[in-house]
């Protein structure tokens, strides 16, 4: 599964993506102007957005890939309540908080939204 990860934390990505995103092809960017050129570059099977970014909310990466086509499943992984609740209000499909991130494969191989 190609998927883009939006996440500015490093250590987080270097961790977590070791441990639960392997198996794919992963690219990890930490900016919305990151995302929106990986976007534009190539297309993804899911996209993982945090909430908060350096240069931007995931808000709007989540705008950008509404109008993709195809569309990328886009799920909402950040640590806060908050922050995933306006991830999905933008339009996000599901959300995988950072707490529960041990959960994405079986998230990511469901077909159903509500990933919760």
């Given at each position: 599964m190609r998927i883009l990860w939006v996440e500015n934390h490093a250590v987080f990505v270097r961790v977590a993506g070791k441990q639960f995103l392997s198996a794919h092809d992963l690219t990890v960017v930490p900016s919305v102007a990151a995302a929106k050129a990986a976007l534009l570059a190539a297309a993804f099977d899911v996209v993982l957005t945090d909430?908060?970014?350096?240069?931007?909310k995931g808000t709007?990466?989540?705008?950008?890939?509404?109008?993709?086509?195809?569309?990328?499943?886009?799920?909402?992984?950040?640590?806060?309540?908050?922050?995933?609740?306006?991830?999905?209000?933008?339009?996000?499909?599901?959300?995988?908080?950072?707490?529960?991130?041990?959960?994405?494969?079986?998230?990511?191989?469901?077909?159903?939204?509500g990933w919760q």
């Amino acid at each position: 599964m190609r998927i883009l990860w939006v996440e500015n934390h490093a250590v987080f990505v270097r961790v977590a993506g070791k441990q639960f995103l392997s198996a794919h092809d992963l690219t990890v960017v930490p900016s919305v102007a990151a995302a929106k050129a990986a976007l534009l570059a190539a297309a993804f099977d899911v996209v993982l957005t945090d909430y908060d970014l350096d240069d931007g909310k995931g808000t709007e990466v989540v705008a950008l890939v509404r109008h993709l086509d195809p569309r990328p499943r886009v799920a909402a992984v950040s640590a806060h309540e908050d922050g995933n609740a306006a991830l999905l209000a933008a339009g996000a499909d599901a959300a995988c908080p950072k707490t529960r991130f041990a959960g994405i494969e079986a998230a990511l191989n469901s077909e159903t939204t509500g990933w919760q």
